[in-house]
């Protein structure tokens, strides 16, 4: 429990050192997390909420599963740990504003300590720690069960077996396409003369993504390397809210690339169609593929799926922000053998 209280903290930290902008660096998340971790310690042991936590809670059965939820919510200190995560968020609220307007002269409105930006910090970071608590309380109650009850143990440890084979099969999906995975600098002589860039999304206010700006970026750069001779545009262009082929092709002419140099697929609603357009639309056999590290497994295996060779390069190009970076990952690795299976 008290790893786990740990790691949310982490995550508030990070998340409020890379900021809305998503101009994160390691001295900026820092520079959050270290104040905001020591309010934290400083407020567990003034609340005393990790003090008299039971080593162990014992076996429980079924008729006696209320008075056991019972106990694990006392050992969770509910009032107390209140008041410790609205200290915490309070503090880094008030420090995020001062940090991010005051020592990085960010005028952003985000920054702008406000009652606004006060909930909106406290009621995410709220959902962080009841998340986990409500995870903890439940595996704490299948434990106590398992004790008891064999076919229960049997359950989980067949659930095990799968999770484990399953992290076996997504890794090795992993490590067999690691070989055609590059970054900008490390682009092999006799590369595709193309680049396939993917589009991503638009922000509310009309401005492109920062995983789409990264992406075109990339593809810029490998263009005045002379790595490539042109580059296709790929992405939703159905309207004015999903106009990132637009934007991709704006970003690239405005850089110094020709017009001539530039193809448009404004039918590339998802990765498939944007691999299938390339092959059967553009004509091309093979290019190298750009877009961030966590989505170029999945194109590599689209593109063998569609018959269209090349490598991949990353357009990682910052940090972004943390719940969407690892939801990125999570997402698109968890779906691995699932693809695999259906391809």
Not at 265 to 290: C, L, M, Q, R, W
Request: proline share 3%.
């Amino acid at each position: 429990m008290i790893l786990g209280d740990f790691l949310v903290i982490v995550m508030m930290g990070f998340y409020a050192g890379v900021g809305i902008w998503e101009s994160g660096t390691v001295g900026h998340v820092l520079g959050m997390l270290v104040p905001t971790m020591l309010v934290w310690l400083a407020a567990s042991l003034i609340f005393k909420l990790y003090s008299g936590l039971p080593k162990t809670l014992g076996a429980v059965r079924f008729k006696a599963l209320g008075p056991y939820v019972d106990m694990l919510i006392k050992a969770q200190k509910p009032g107390k740990t209140f008041f410790v995560w609205a200290i915490t968020c309070a503090f880094q609220t008030f420090w995020l504003s001062f940090y991010w307007r005051g020592v990085i002269h960010s005028t952003s409105y985000f920054y702008r300590f406000s009652f606004g930006t006060l909930l909106w910090y406290v009621s995410s970071y709220a959902f962080f720690f009841l998340f986990w608590r409500i995870l903890w309380t439940v595996f704490a109650v299948l434990i106590g069960l398992a004790r008891s009850y064999t076919w229960l143990r049997g359950i989980g440890i067949a659930l095990q077996v799968l999770i484990l084979l399953y992290a076996i099969a997504i890794l090795a999906i992993n490590l067999h396409y690691a070989p055609r995975k590059f970054k900008v600098e490390t682009v092999p002589e006799g590369a595709p003369r193309t680049a396939l860039v993917f589009g991503a999304g638009i922000y509310l206010n009309g401005q492109p993504s920062a995983v789409l700006v990264d992406r075109v970026n990339t593809a810029i750069e490998l263009y005045q390397r002379g790595l490539i001779d042109e580059m296709i545009m790929s992405g939703d262009n159905s309207d004015r809210s999903r106009n990132e082929v637009d934007h991709m092709v704006r970003m690239a002419l405005e850089a110094g690339v020709p017009e001539s140099a530039i193809l448009r697929d404004d039918y590339g609603i998802h990765t498939a169609e944007s691999v299938y357009n390339a092959k059967n639309v553009f004509g091309k056999d093979a290019v190298i593929f750009v877009s961030q590290d966590f989505h170029n497994v999945r194109i590599l295996m689209t593109g063998e799926k569609y018959g269209l060779d090349g490598i991949a390069v990353a357009a990682d190009r910052r940090i972004y922000n943390v719940t969407s970076w690892i939801t990125w990952y999570l997402l698109d690795w968890l779906r691995l053998p699932v693809y695999w299976i259906h391809y």
